[in-house]
């Protein structure tokens, strides 16, 4: 029997706001230990809770950017447990009517082959269930070892900071699928701004839901939860594990088991923490302290015009504009920055495809080795379009501007300036050129010999020899067609 696996992400973004969801209190990362407290966030009696304007602006774009329904009355419940980090003994969420609901993305996803390449890239849909906002809790952390002198330490800081949890639809049939998603809900979340994407600070966290079922079955199979992933690197390696273990299971007869597993990085397997807990054993009920959250059908609108160019739409204009392949598109829309970065030199140097073989090759090497982002590129948008229109120009040859570029990072000047400075400006005078080949043809009459006796590719090694005594900056084109109409016969 073959199976295939159902997956589904609940992703909790927190929202770049400048303070708490509940209160005043400052979203810093970093700050010293439960500096970032108030009654409100530390849950002392009597406190109340006031909604942060920012926050609910942040969870409606990214709700209309996932394409979801904004309800105009969505309701805060608590959501009731203990954890050791949240005073207040229940989470502030959303249940029965959360703020966004049945809405997709469409992301361009491909397949991996066994050597790890991604083929087939083509766009699917995948559903959104709904977003909801809440607040999140704080850092336990343990130092020592187990069952000795353990200390636990409790910074209340991030305890009431705004996040938004994302829940998508069982819609995913690879892991390579739940993947290239994630990357895109990521780099959305980048282009409103609303969410830092910051896993390693936890800003940006990540869940997984699988099962398996028969191939051609509708019904979903039984569901584990897989926590722990802390990276998408580690998200798709332990599905992998995942879907492999529960196929083990159903194909031994046996039967897989609702639980909450954790995945272990370093050996490489997802194990059993907890049975899973179902929505009834959080007691939700409505927040009493909080009025149900009204939105006007109007101020939506205007959020939802003020929106930018997401990803997705971004990524076809540029296939469509430019000419790129799903590829290209999606390397030259990571980031919004790079996006116009590209956009710019595209535009500026009127050769679309020399701005992104520039931009995805030597100006993204460049960066890597600098460890800079674009937006500090040392060459600007504008200067790599000149360098560009050099080449297409004829003014210096492809293999010269790979110098001067290497140049233009290192000092940050124009090309123009560099291309006259280091004397680079390619041969094209056809009495020089002549001048040069006559001598190469002089020096070397075996291979001259070779060539009219029909060993006609031995004129490589000529333009070879001439392009060395121009140190590089004879145009090749012409050197080519002068030697072919020299070793011909013509003049010798
Ligand atoms: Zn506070």
Request: with cysteine; net charge neutral; glycine share 8%.
């Amino acid at each position: 029997m073959t199976f295939e696996p159902a997956i589904g992400l609940e992703v909790h973004a927190q929202l770049l706001t400048g303070s708490k969801l509940f209160c005043g209190c400052s979203t810093r990362f970093g700050a010293p230990p439960n500096s970032q407290t108030c009654p409100v966030c530390l849950g002392l009696p009597g406190a109340l809770p006031a909604i942060n304007r920012q926050a609910v602006t942040m969870a409606v774009k990214a709700a209309l950017a996932l394409g979801c329904r904004v309800n105009p009355v969505s309701v805060f419940a608590r959501k009731n447990y203990f954890y050791p980090d949240m005073p207040r003994g229940y989470q502030i969420s959303q249940f029965d009517l959360p703020l966004g609901e049945h809405g997709s993305i469409a992301v361009f996803s491909g397949e991996r082959t066994d050597g790890g390449k991604i083929v087939n890239r083509r766009e699917k849909t995948f559903g959104i269930t709904r977003l909801h906002m809440e607040d999140d809790a704080g850092k336990s952390i343990h130092d020592g070892l187990p069952e000795t002198e353990t200390k636990s330490y409790v910074n209340l800081n991030r305890t009431g900071v705004p996040l938004v949890e994302i829940v998508s639809a069982p819609d995913f049939r690879s892991s390579q699928e739940a993947y290239d998603f994630v990357v895109h809900l990521r780099k959305t979340l980048l282009y409103l701004g609303v969410c830092d994407g910051n896993m390693e600070e936890g800003s940006l966290r990540c869940d997984a839901n699988v099962s398996v079922r028969p191939k051609g079955t509708a019904a979903l199979g039984t569901k584990v939860e897989i926590k722990n992933l802390n990276s998408f690197r580690f998200m798709q390696r332990a599905l992998d594990y995942e879907i492999e273990r529960q196929k083990r299971v159903l194909s031994g007869g046996g039967r897989v088991v609702q639980e909450t597993r954790l995945w272990d990085e370093s050996e490489g397997r997802t194990f059993s923490m907890r049975s899973k807990e179902e929505a009834h054993d959080y007691r939700y009920f409505p927040e009493p302290d909080l009025p149900p959250l009204r939105l006007d059908p109007e101020w939506i609108a205007g959020v939802a015009a003020e929106l930018p160019e997401l990803p997705g739409a971004r990524m076809k204009r540029f296939m469509s504009d430019y000419a790129l392949g799903a590829d290209d598109a999606l390397l030259l829309t990571s980031t919004a920055a790079t996006a116009a970065y590209f956009e710019e030199c595209a535009r500026e140097s009127a050769n679309p495809r020399a701005a992104a073989n520039w931009v995805m090759g030597d100006l993204a090497r460049a960066l890597k080795n600098s460890g800079g982002e674009i937006e500090e590129s040392p060459v600007t948008a504008r200067e790599l379009a000149a360098l560009i229109r050099t080449i297409d120009s004829g003014e210096i040859s492809g293999k010269i501007a790979k110098t001067v570029f290497e140049e233009m990072v290192r000092t940050g000047e124009p090309a123009v300036d560099l291309i006259g400075r280091m004397g680079l400006r390619q041969v094209s005078d056809e009495a020089s050129l002549v001048a040069v080949i006559d001598k190469v043809i002089a020096a070397n009459p075996k291979q001259l010999e070779e060539y009219r006796s029909g060993k006609t590719r031995v004129i490589a090694y000529f333009v070879g020899q001439v392009m060395k005594e121009t140190r590089g900056q004879a145009n090749p084109r012409m050197v080519n067609e002068l030697l072919e109409r020299k070793l011909a016969g013509g003049s010798t």
